[in-house]
Structures are given as C-alpha cells and as structure tokens.
C-alpha cells in the first residue's frame, strides 16, 4: 500500500510503498530532542521503497560519533523525517507524525528503555527493551 507524508510547511513530500518492517517506541536521550519531550514514534520501512516526491531533504550527521546516524529534516520549517541508522543498513527509520494517515500505528516495541523518563506511558503489552 502507498503511503505518503510531508513537513509541516510542505516544502518537502514523500511517499513509500514497501512493507513496515517494525513499529516502535524510542525512549532514548537523543529521540526527546527530535520529538519535543516524547518517547519518537517511528517506523522502519526499506529504503528503497522510499522517495522524495517533492524538494530535498537537508541531512544531519553528529561529527563527534564514528558511525553517525543521518537525519533528513526540511530546512524550511526544520520537520524531522526520517533517518539512516548504521545498525540496520539498506533500511529507513521514519518518524510516523509526517504521514498523512497514521492512525493506524500500533508499537510493537518500546527501545531504549534504559533512557526512560518517569511521564513515559509505555502500552501494555508490547516489548520492553532496555537497548534496541
Ligand atoms: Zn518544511
Ligand atoms: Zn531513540
């Protein structure tokens, strides 16, 4: 099924096509800057049924890490995406708030629960991991 999404200014659009590998929750230190406070609600597709549809994204890499994570965020209005991970290469990890539908979320895991905060309600009855 397509599925697509945009920034919250609509300079970039998206769409994917591919089967949603996993469905988590991310309680790590570094997610709650780029979801507001939250633990990140994302999805991991194949990022090769991925693609811009629209603008190009501005890319992000923390230059003190060895194995950086890419994040692709509109440089317009500074919508978070999606990111490359090095640990799950040929894969995307898309934070579910830029689609246009995406009611139909279901966390099967909360990660990096090592990083949880006390106001984070994890679901019951998913997986609970301290790390990914
Ligand atoms: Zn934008
Ligand atoms: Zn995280």
């Given at each position: ?27 790590c230190r570094e ?26 994204p501005k890319t ?54 090592c990083d949880k ?16």
């Open positions: 099924m397509k599925q697509t999404g945009r920034c919250y200014c609509g300079d970039l659009h998206y769409e994917f096509t591919g089967p949603v590998h996993s469905q988590i929750l991310c309680h997610c709650r800057y780029l979801s507001g406070g939250s633990a990140n609600a994302s999805i991991v597709i194949a990022e090769e049924s991925f693609q811009w549809t629209k603008g190009e992000y890499q923390r230059s003190d890490l060895e194995t950086p994570r890419t994040r692709f965020f509109c440089e317009n209005c500074g919508t978070h995406i999606c990111v490359k991970s090095p640990p799950r290469p040929g894969m995307l990890v898309l934070k579910i708030g830029s689609l246009d539908e995406h009611s139909w979320f279901k966390p099967e895991a909360a990660i990096y629960c905060q006390e106001f984070h309600v994890i679901p019951e009855g998913i997986k609970v991991l301290d790390k990914a």
